[in-house]
């Protein structure tokens, strides 16, 4: 574990983040293409209990963004609020599974050396793959959760329509039930075009629009009140996710959500779900009035859009989980009232 991820969980009551791989070989994709081995990486906290005819009952599955992995939820304002003891999802209560999906962390990914010749994996790809993380390699035949931020949060509607009957509740954060368009296609496809054509250049083009997308006015305002400081910050930023970011792993991972379209299938999500998503996400704008109108068409449906304020971080507020706990927690104790 690297010495920064341990400082932060040093600082957070957490039990033991467990991490390992789930290899799959001759992985046929979506598209036909194969891989020889997919290896799944990912973490887990907690211990898997099972009632009296050995049925799982206190799994979570959590699942990360576009370009992130498991750790992006293992600081002090995610695990930190929800994991740790007394916390909604207690890990002395829960077991927390989360994975790194193809293309991204420790799991398969075209940097790893394949490059543009990894196969074209998409949205329902990942989800097959970590269904069978959850049920072939970690024996959990039912989940107490299924959540996710973003990406994640798009695959927890797909989840509910795939498997509607694996899971006691549906959380996604930061995502709309509908097909990628429009501004969020654009500024997209901005980026792959950027990639694709040229590697080098291309990343930084796709790091500042993604930064753009996910960025919250307030919050960079109040950290960067002056030319100056807003300048240093951004360079500050440009060094680190250079270095931290592959061209060929954002291409795909930016390119994986062409398949995602949930909408036609909606009313086959049988699990209760609330979607939750703030109204400073430039990614998931609320004028739309996509969130609100669709929810109506999932049988036990519900939404809930955060207000802008001082403690919103634009699209980022899915992973600050004191901002919207109070209303997962209602949730969650309103339908399912054993928790």
Known sequence: MHLLLAAILAAVVLPPVHEADFVIPQYRFADGETLQDVRIHYAT???LRRDANGHATNAVLVLHGTGGSHQQFLNDHYAGVLFTPGGLLDAQKYFIIIPDNVGHGASSKPSDGLRRKFPHYGYRDMVDLQHRLVTEHLGV???YLVTGTSMGGMQTWLWGERYPSAMDALVP???LPVQIAGRNRVWRKMATDALRDDPEHGLRTAIDLLMIATSSPLQWQ???PTAGAADRWLDDQMKTRLASNNADDLLYA???SSDYDPEPALESITAPLLAINSADDFVNPPEL?????????VPHGSAIVIPTSDA???HGTHTWASVW??????FLRKVIPSS
Do not use: F, N, V
């Open 45 to 47: 906290l907690g211990t």
């Open 141 to 143: 035949d039912h989940l």
């Open 173 to 175: 954060l930061a995502s």
């Open 222 to 224: 109040k950290a960067s």
């Open 254 to 256: 930016l390119e994986s």
């Open 289 to 297: 009035a996509i969130l609100e109108t669709r929810i109506k068409r």
């Open 312 to 314: 919103t971080r634009g």
């Open 325 to 330: 706990e109070p209303q997962l927690r209602a």
